[in-house]
């Protein structure tokens, strides 16, 4: 996999969501930089990972990264934040978790209302074999509704979403099926590390619900809000990365 090091402090991992690359963080990495050692990572298929024709698994992104790296405050967006609550459940890297618009099972259940109809990730997947392009711009567009600023926060997601080639639809097909079928809810329980729960607000992927759940299921769990959609970190980058130098002020000490 491939990972960008740069800045100086505490090391900070980040995990970015289905169909998009570590890029996708600028606007949280210039206020981070100069708090932390960040280590960017771009998951198997997607981004500058050469690995086109791999498995996407999260067993296997939990284990290769925690051998890459240092001991390390972990952040995942979406389908990311279940690489690290992968990690953190097998104790294998992670110190702390930041998970931003993620939650331990995405799909809606006979016990869990805090999700979407697993339809509409398999209607995302019949869609790439279609038409690849068209239907990333429909999962874009969905991440940025509800947001203060849905039409420039879509323009920056459109913009950048290519940036370093297109991701592989294999990797596209398994991260869609992760999305439908991963239940991490009973291991929140048993957590060896505090974590911070970001939700936004008016997200129409992960309910706030979700997140808020998960951080009173998790031991020392918290729970932030912002009034977002799927990305708060585009629009809101300031106001995140003081919750994360916070978060891990207080997790050192």
């Given at each position: 996999?491939?990972?960008?090091?740069?800045?100086?402090?505490?090391?900070?991992?980040?995990?970015?969501?289905?169909?998009?690359?570590?890029?996708?963080?600028?606007?949280?990495?210039?206020?981070?930089?100069?708090?932390?050692?960040?280590?960017?990572?771009?998951?198997?298929?997607?981004?500058?990972?050469?690995?086109?024709?791999?498995?996407?698994?999260?067993?296997?992104?939990?284990?290769?990264?925690?051998?890459?790296?240092?001991?390390?405050?972990?952040?995942?967006?979406?389908?990311?934040?279940?690489?690290?609550?992968?990690?953190?459940?097998?104790?294998?890297?992670?110190?702390?978790l930041v998970l931003i618009a993620s939650s331990p099972r995405f799909v809606l259940g006979p016990d869990w209302p805090h999700g979407v109809?697993?339809?509409?990730?398999?209607?995302?997947?019949?869609?790439?074999?279609?038409?690849?392009?068209?239907?990333?711009?429909?999962?874009?567009?969905?991440?940025?509704?509800?947001?203060?600023?849905?039409?420039?926060?879509?323009?920056?997601?459109?913009?950048?979403?290519f940036d370093r080639g297109e991701p592989a639809l294999q990797v596209l097909c398994d991260g869609l099926d992760i999305l439908d079928q991963a239940d991490l809810r009973d291991s929140l329980a048993e957590l060896p590390v505090?974590?911070?729960?970001?939700?936004?607000?008016?997200?129409?992927?992960?309910?706030?619900?979700?997140?808020?759940?998960?951080?009173?299921?998790?031991?020392?769990?918290?729970?932030?809000?912002?009034?977002?959609?799927?990305?708060?970190?585009?629009?809101?980058?300031?106001?995140?990365?003081?919750?994360?130098?916070?978060?891990?002020?207080?997790?050192?000490?």
């Amino acid at each position: 996999m491939h990972i960008e090091t740069l800045g100086q402090g505490p090391d900070l991992v980040l995990i970015h969501g289905w169909a998009m690359h570590s890029g996708i963080f600028a606007p949280l990495t210039r206020e981070l930089t100069a708090q932390f050692r960040l280590h960017l990572v771009d998951l198997p298929g997607h981004g500058l990972s050469a690995e086109r024709d791999l498995t996407l698994r999260l067993d296997d992104c939990a284990q290769r990264l925690a051998a890459q790296l240092p001991p390390a405050l972990w952040l995942g967006w979406s389908l990311g934040g279940q690489v690290c609550l992968e990690a953190a459940r097998r104790n294998s890297g992670p110190r702390g978790l930041v998970l931003i618009a993620s939650s331990p099972r995405f799909v809606l259940g006979p016990d869990w209302p805090h999700g979407v109809d697993a339809e509409i990730f398999r209607q995302f997947g019949s869609g790439l074999r279609q038409d690849y392009h068209r239907t990333i711009e429909r999962f874009l567009a969905l991440e940025a509704h509800g947001s203060e600023r849905a039409q420039s926060e879509l323009r920056e997601l459109k913009a950048h979403v290519f940036d370093r080639g297109e991701p592989a639809l294999q990797v596209l097909c398994d991260g869609l099926d992760i999305l439908d079928q991963a239940d991490l809810r009973d291991s929140l329980a048993e957590l060896p590390v505090p974590s911070l729960w970001i939700a936004g607000r008016r997200d129409r992927l992960i309910p706030p619900g979700a997140m808020q759940w998960s951080a009173e299921h998790s031991p020392g769990g918290r729970y932030l809000e912002f009034s977002a959609g799927h990305a708060p970190f585009i629009g809101h980058a300031q106001a995140i990365a003081e919750a994360i130098v916070a978060f891990n002020a207080e997790i050192r000490a």
